[in-house]
């Protein structure tokens, strides 16, 4: 188990803002996976100034899609 640890690469800290419904931010935190609340939005690097303030839209990161779409067949 020691070794394992030593040896396995720590996942990075990942930033994430919580978002209430008018897009305002409430909160900020730094965890390796995202929350498990649906409001929470990863973002780049945070800032102590968003705090009841809308996001940036520039601050959010864009999802990774991790497979593409069902392909569709073409009408003839």
């Given amino acids: 188990m020691l070794l394992r640890r030593l040896f396995s690469r720590a996942r990075p800290m990942r930033h994430f ?36 303030s809308p996001l940036p839209a520039s601050a959010r990161i864009t999802p990774v899609v991790t497979h593409a779409p069902a392909a569709r067949p073409l009408a003839a």
């Fill in 17 to 52: 803002a919580l978002i209430d419904g008018e897009g305002v931010c409430r909160a900020l935190r730094q965890m390796q996976e995202h929350p498990s609340q649906a409001d929470w939005v990863e973002v780049r690097e945070p800032s102590i100034s968003w705090l009841g």
